[in-house]
């Protein structure tokens, strides 16, 4: 089993933060991770008319690219996909790339993935699995959260939303705030600690 099993949406700022710092615990602390999947889209929007919808739209057809990287290419193949789409979405603000034709071809291309698996994006052979990931990352958290969740000692160690920043930590901080968050996730009575003040998201 995994040490940690991170679940994500690739539309979701907040969820690259936190990935981003923990790709930095991880080049200090090497551990497992499981990329697993969240989709905001079959959370919240499926019949929600407002404009983050299509946002949220490419993040599903972009979670069913990595679903099928995942189960082609195995699970060390995602966290180079989610880095590429995330870096072009989040850091170049180019998410409107992956509507154009080959858009997701090219950044498979860059990995040397397979281009076929971008055929995957418009289809729904993979929506159970992340409708299941979804799911069972709610039920962990107790419900009513966002992305991204984390899980410690999957599947039975505790879980919880976030930690939600506004730039990822690097070196030796990244580790402090990764046992800091350990301390408190794995506390069985520690529940909540919240504010509602938020800086912008850094992405450089």
């Known amino acids: 089993m995994p040490d940690v099993e991170y679940f ?11 990935s981003r710092w923990m ?9 497992d991770v499981d990329w697993r999947f969240i989709s905001l889209y079959m959370i919240n929007d499926e019949d929600d008319p407002s404009k983050r919808k299509r ?3 490419r993040g599903l057809e972009l979670l069913r690219v990595a679903a099928a990287i995942k189960a082609e290419l195995g699970p060390d193949a995602v966290l180079p996909f989610y880095t590429a789409v995330g870096t072009r979405i989040h850091v170049e603000k180019d998410g409107q790339a992956f509507d154009e034709p080959g858009g997701v071809e090219a950044v498979l291309a860059d990995l ?8 995957a994006a418009r289809g729904t052979e993979h929506d159970g699995l992340i409708r299941a990931d979804g799911e069972e990352a709610l039920e962990r958290c107790g419900g009513n959260i966002g992305t ?21 930590p690097t070196g030796q901080e990244a580790v402090d705030l990764w046992h800091a968050v350990c301390t408190l996730g794995t506390n069985e009575h520690f529940s909540e600690l919240k504010r509602s ?3 912008r998201p850094q992405f450089d």
């Not at 994500?8 to 936190?18: N, R």
């Not at 790709?23 to 551990?31: C, D, L, R, S």
């Not at 984390?150 to 730039?167: A, E, Q």
Request: include cysteine.
């Open 197 to 199: 003040t938020r800086g």
């Open 55 to 57: 946002g949220h739209e």
């Open 148 to 168: 991204p969740v984390i899980s410690f000692l999957p599947p039975d160690g505790p879980s919880f939303f976030g930690p939600v920043i506004s730039r990822a």
């Open 8 to 18: 994500w949406d690739p539309a979701c700022p907040w969820s690259w933060l936190t």
């Open 112 to 119: 040397g993935y397979p281009a076929h698996l971008a055929t």
């Open 23 to 31: 790709v930095n615990v991880i080049a200090e602390q090497p551990m």
